[in-house]
């Protein structure tokens, strides 16, 4: 199987053919342009003011919501806004699918690419999607998952602060399940 250009092992194509494959997709797709998002880091940077150190980033952002500032709506501003567009990537991943019953991809994206796809690509056919904290449990489940939340939904519900990931993954567990 060829995606993307790239030759495939047939495992992948034999997951895929049994619907046993599931994508998991990190913020590196919406990079490229035409989406030009930031990374995590770089996200943190931008709602901080000045450089951060990686691997503290949830540290960082949570004490800047301690002090009163509302890190979810500056990351939801930064991620969903009308500049940002998805890239081939969002596309290809949701065409090797086929149908909209059949995907099965998990994502850490904030942002809405994979959903605008979706609907374009899929037309009448419903891609069901499921956002944080109201995730499928385990590997049963068919559609898009949001991990992390929805910057177009719900930005209180956007996993950003060393409180947002202790409760996703390890106290409430919904993320980790």
């Given at each position: 199987m ?8 047939d ?64 990351a ?12 081939q990537?969002?596309q ?19 942002d ?48 950003l ?17």
């Amino acid at each position: 199987m060829i995606f993307n250009g790239v030759q495939l092992p047939d495992e992948i194509r034999i997951a895929l053919e049994e619907e046993r494959l599931v994508i998991f997709v990190g913020a590196g797709a919406s990079v490229p342009p035409p989406s030009n998002l930031p990374l995590f880091n770089g996200l943190a940077v931008q709602i901080f003011g000045k450089p951060v150190v990686p691997g503290r980033v949830d540290r960082i952002l949570g004490k800047l919501a301690r002090d009163g500032t509302d890190v979810h709506a500056a990351a939801a501003r930064i991620l969903y806004n009308e500049d940002t567009k998805p890239t081939q990537l969002h596309q290809e991943i949701l065409r090797l699918f086929g149908k909209p019953e059949k995907v099965r991809v998990v994502t850490t994206n904030f942002d809405d690419h994979f959903s605008v796809v979706g609907q374009k690509l899929f037309k009448k056919e419903r891609l069901r999607e499921f956002y944080a904290p109201a995730l499928p449990l385990g590997d049963d489940f068919a559609g898009l998952v949001y991990l992390h939340g929805s910057a177009r939904l719900d930005s209180r519900g956007l996993v950003l602060t060393d409180k947002d990931f202790g409760a996703a993954y390890l106290t409430r567990g919904w993320a980790r399940d």
